[in-house]
């Protein structure tokens, strides 16, 4: 079992930036794939970026490339989402999820084991 807990959400005008942190516990030692996603109010849980274990190989959703990166601290059992030049649109709760393969480009929801409690994200206009 791994535990993930987010943090680092918060309101934030237009332009501005955040860095999410998801911090696992428990079985962290088994090569996890990790991935931010987001929800919001009346949609479906979307991809916004992955990892793998090795740290290569990020991959984004398109509306999210080039603002947002995704890193990680295997030794400190964290990655982060640092989201710059935030828009109104990337208004949600995101997720950090936890796949235990560790493979590279997984974006599919049911591909990941592992989910935190979600942290929620808030851009004004």
């Known amino acids: 079992q791994v535990q993930l807990v987010e943090s680092g959400g918060g309101l934030v005008q237009t332009g501005g930036s955040l860095r999410l942190s998801c911090t696992a516990s428990?079985?962290?030692?088994?090569?996890?794939?990790m991935g931010w996603f987001r929800q919001a109010p009346g949609k479906e849980r979307e991809f916004v970026a992955t990892i793998p274990w090795s740290g290569g190989y990020t991959y984004y959703a398109d509306s999210v490339k080039g603002r947002f990166t995704i890193s990680r601290d295997n030794a400190k059992n964290t990655v982060y989402l640092q989201m710059n030049s935030l828009k109104p649109e990337d208004t949600a709760v995101y997720y950090c999820?936890?796949?235990?393969?560790?493979?590279?480009?997984?974006?599919?929801?049911?591909?990941?084991?592992?989910w935190g409690q979600g942290t929620q994200v808030t851009v004004s206009s």
């Open positions: 428990g079985r962290t030692n088994s090569g996890y794939a």
């Open positions: 999820a936890a796949d235990p393969s560790g493979r590279r480009y997984v974006t599919r929801v049911y591909d990941y084991d592992y």
